[in-house]
């Protein structure tokens, strides 16, 4: 087996894998999406932790079961098993008795050092890379007092002034959102105007006590390493500590779409379409984590990653136990 990636979704189906007693190889670009938070949260027994220092406890863990992990990234990957209806059989390929195609498949994957390594499975869970507002200061903080979940950070600046950085309209939700966790909130129109913003949008504004300013956002001031406001393109300078922006989601789904999985676009990026384990619609290619959305927290990753390794366990068995059957 192969897991692409090793943040919470890969590490989690790497431990099930491994304890499965299936040979698993990890390939690890080491780029994870919450490498910019000091901490996450919301993860039961983990609220708080360290993100790197979540990572090194999974790569030990995996790594009591015989999981392999290497520090590189998948340049190529191509599946190998396909077989034709009439049950004529192409290289590494199974089919069952009747000659229907079964979901056993290999897969030749091709890592950037040059090693190529085969494997019978594959999980992608390559995650996906938050493309910032290009306001100046935003990428410099992000992930300190430059936020984007209140469920993830909401709780450790509650109560202070938040600004929030429109990107569309759906950033009315988020200000009305964080809302939750303070009363001085202002919502910053950006590029946004204000003809955009429906009766609707401003009538809950105003019953969650948003301040709504219309104008560009030219950049974030900072004194002592602290956000201490926003400067508009007319020069008016507004106080906020906290600053709440939508990064542009771009997931990493090239491996995926190179092996023809059918993908579905939504608001926020394009996705496989995968069943509730994550098998996609390529026999023998699972995905799991923010490779299949952008909402999936550290802890529904983990979880989904923990789904896909244990349909892979099953999947398995059936093919081996048909095979032996059919000799």
Partial sequence: ?????????????????????????????????NAPSSHMQGYLSRDGMAPAEFLAVGREEIARYGVELVRDRVTDVTRDGDVTRDGDVTRDGDVTRDGDVTRDGDFTVVLGAGRTVRARRL????????????????????????????????????????GVLAAGPASVHQALMV??????????????AEEELSGQ???????????????EVAELLVEDDRLTGVRLADGSVHARSVLYVAP???????????LGTAMDETPFGT???????????????????????????????????????????????????DAAVTG
């Fill in 179 to 192: 809302s939750q966790w303070s009363k001085d909130v202002t919502l910053f129109l950006h590029t946004v």
């Fill in 271 to 321: 996705y496989p379409v995968v069943d509730p384990t994550g098998l996609t619609t390529v026999p023998g290619v699972w995905a799991a984590g923010n490779a299949i959305g952008f909402a999936e927290q550290v802890v529904h990753a983990a979880s989904g990653g923990y789904r896909a390794a244990a349909a892979i366990v099953g999947d398995l068995l059936m093919a081996d136990l």
């Fill in 123 to 162: 999980v992608v869970a390559t995650g996906l890379q938050d493309e910032l507002p290009a306001v100046p200061g935003v990428a410099e903080r992000f992930g300190r007092d430059v936020l984007h979940c209140p469920f993830c950070h909401g709780w450790e600046v509650r109560d202070e002034p938040f």
């Fill in 1 to 33: 087996m192969v897991v692409v990636g090793g943040g919470a979704a890969g590490l989690s189906a790497a431990l099930v894998l491994g304890r499965a007693r299936r040979r698993t190889l990890v390939v690890d670009a080491g780029e994870p999406r």
């Fill in 248 to 258: 542009r989601p771009v997931p990493r789904t090239g491996l995926l779409e190179r």
């Fill in 201 to 215: 949008d401003l009538r809950r504004l105003a019953a969650a006590g948003v301040d709504v300013v219309p104008g």
